[in-house]
Nanobody, 124 residues
């Protein structure tokens, strides 16, 4: 079993930055592929970014390319999402997810483990 706990959400002005963290426990973190998703109330959860445990390759949704960066620290069992140049449309609940695959999936159903989410609000 994997437990994921996100932190770092909050209120920021447009153009500002936030860094989300997701701490994992319960399984060897270094063999987990990690993803970040976002979700608005009543909407489907959408892929934001992912990082493979085996290759270290990263993947991003088109809407965040060049602004968001996903990274991991295996020594700290933590994955990060650095968010720069934030826009009001980035306002959402952000969720960390983990999977045992070597491939970064972009659909929520491919992930076995989820955190509770952290709220990001970007004011205009």
């Amino acid at each position: 079993q994997v437990q994921l706990v996100e932190s770092g959400g909050g209120l920021v002005q447009a153009g500002g930055s936030l860094t989300l963290s997701c701490a994992a426990s319960g399984r060897t973190f270094s063999t987990l592929t990690m993803g970040w998703f976002r979700q608005a109330p009543g909407k489907e959860r959408k892929f934001v970014a992912g990082i493979s445990w085996s290759s270290g390759r990263t993947y991003y949704a088109d809407s965040v390319k060049g602004r968001f960066t996903i990274s991991r620290d295996n020594a700290r069992n933590t994955v990060y999402l650095q968010m720069n140049s934030l826009k009001p449309e980035d306002t959402d609940d952000y969720y960390c997810a983990a999977d045992h695959s070597t491939v970064v999936a972009t659909t929520p159903r491919e992930y076995a483990h989820w955190g509770q989410g952290t709220r990001v609000t970007v004011s205009s």
